[in-house]
């Protein structure tokens, strides 16, 4: 979206995670750049030279403005997508469609000029977040194609990334690559670097590696992007990178770098005031704990991180606090936690809708050990229903199994073999597959 230049400014460096002490370096006071961003003053060419070195960005990023734009009531459209801009956050889509096509059939817009292929970005990508894949595809071809008209490659590549949301809400992770590889293509045309789109890129590749269970790519996208980082000085997304830098390592085994890494991500959330990656970071901490046998330590992490928690995360806050209590044989607190658990509504990543559905197999189990053995089937099988959507997992293979567990407590022993059989089979997919969750 448009912007004034101070707002401009402002906005990548607080996307950059960067403070006014950062950015001003010795170049200029922190008043000064305080005035630049507020509009109250007017940066000289040395200066904004300065400034679109240290924010990643070509003089060229905070210059434009074309010429058509004169014509438009700008103060007023500028309100509108803040409103929109809310909506997004409160994922209120179909309020910022409604919005987004008002504004597009009210003003008079340049049909290849980068405001209008902007409000088309914004329309897309809403369409695809309420799930109305088709019309946001074409709303983002449409941006993009006008993007590329205009040689603004680099705003071509983050409207295509978009495109991310349509196969990712089918954990089909393999067209995710595919729709990432072609963005990083579109971004290779642009003569100016973009270096916190790049660590977005290798941030995404990151995550569909991981879906795609190919680890040791994930680490090295993760490795490369903390490398540009550090080369950069842009620290983007970086307390997010080695928090998943620190689960990686579980999941290959390597106990002894969790906490090392999980430190340095937590290090930069503090540092940044991210309380949503804190909260992350925390219940990552509690997952850990109960995976090595520590519940009460699970208890401590869960804590911090309901109390850091958007309702974003609360679920699997409430999760690990259920899993811990279950471990330590305090059955009731244990589904008092489940039951305060919401499901999202939204497309989570393969490893976190595992972990979430797991609390199904959970709560059959703590409803075995009440000797409540129907309504233990019952909660169990539903669980399943949900892991199976993803398709064979080490998760499943564990829900098979406990499922088998509660049919032979209640010497149902012909359940109890072929769901034991099940599991086995699950688990011999997973082996082979190099399954890792």
């Known amino acids: 979206m448009d912007r004034s230049l101070g707002e401009r400014i402002k906005q990548l460096r607080k996307a950059l995670k960067l403070t006014q002490s950062d950015v001003s370096g010795n170049e200029m006071t922190k008043s000064m750049l305080s005035q630049i961003e507020n509009d109250l003053a007017t940066p000289s060419m040395k200066n904004l030279q300065y ?5 990643g960005k070509p003089v060229a990023y905070f210059l434009e403005n074309e010429t058509y734009q004169i014509s438009l009531p700008m103060k007023e459209i500028r309100e509108e997508l803040s409103t929109i801009d809310e909506f997004k956050d409160d994922r209120l889509y179909q309020e910022a469609i409604v919005k987004l096509e008002g504004m597009l059939s009210k003003y008079n817009f340049d049909y290849d000029s980068k405001l209008y292929a902007d409000l088309l970005t914004a329309l897309g990508e809403c369409f695809i977040d309420s799930n109305n894949f088709n019309a946001g595809k074409k709303k983002i071809l449409e941006a993009v194609g006008i993007y ?3 040689s603004q490659f680099i705003e071509a590549a983050k409207a295509y990334m978009l495109l991310l949301g349509i196969p990712w809400s089918d954990f089909d992770y393999a067209a995710c690559l595919n729709i990432l590889k072609e963005a990083v293509e579109l971004y290779c045309n642009s003569i100016s670097k973009d270096y916190s789109f790049e660590i977005e890129t290798l941030y995404q590749r990151s995550i569909i590696s991981a879906g795609l269970d190919d680890l040791n790519d994930s680490i090295s996208s993760i ?5 540009i980082s550090g080369k950069t000085n842009i620290y983007y997304r970086t307390d997010e990178l080695y928090k998943n830098l620190a689960i990686m390592n579980v999941f290959l085994g390597n106990y002894e770098d969790f906490d090392r ?3 340095k991500a937590r290090q930069f959330a503090i540092f940044t005031e991210n309380n949503k990656v804190r909260a992350n970071i925390e219940g990552t901490c509690a997952y850990y704990k109960n995976l090595i046998g520590e519940p009460k330590l699970a208890l401590k992490y869960a804590d911090i991180a309901l109390k850091l928690s958007s309702n974003e995360f609360a679920p699997f806050g409430y999760t690990e606090k259920a899993k811990a209590f279950y471990m330590l044989g305090e059955y ?3 589904l008092e936690s489940l039951e305060l658990i919401k499901y999202p ?3 989570s990543f393969k490893f976190d809708y595992l972990l979430l559905w797991s609390s199904q197999i959970y709560k059959g189990l703590i409803l075995k050990n009440l000797k409540k053995y129907e309504e233990a089937i019952k909660e169990i099988k539903f669980g399943i229903e949900k892991l199976e959507i993803v398709g064979e997992s080490k998760t499943l293979a564990f829900a098979y199994k406990s499922l088998s567990d509660i049919y032979s407590t209640s010497q149902d022993f012909e359940n109890a073999f072929l769901t ?6 699950i688990e011999k997919i997973s082996m082979d597959r190099n399954l890792y969750y």
């Open 420 to 425: 034991l059989k099940k599991a086995n089979e």
């Open 261 to 263: 890494y999980i430190r």
């Open 51 to 55: 400034l679109a070195a240290k924010l």
């Open 332 to 334: 009731q607190k244990a």
């Open 345 to 347: 509504i939204y497309s």
């Open 223 to 227: 490795s490369e992007a903390l490398r």
């Open 148 to 150: 590329k008209k205009n």
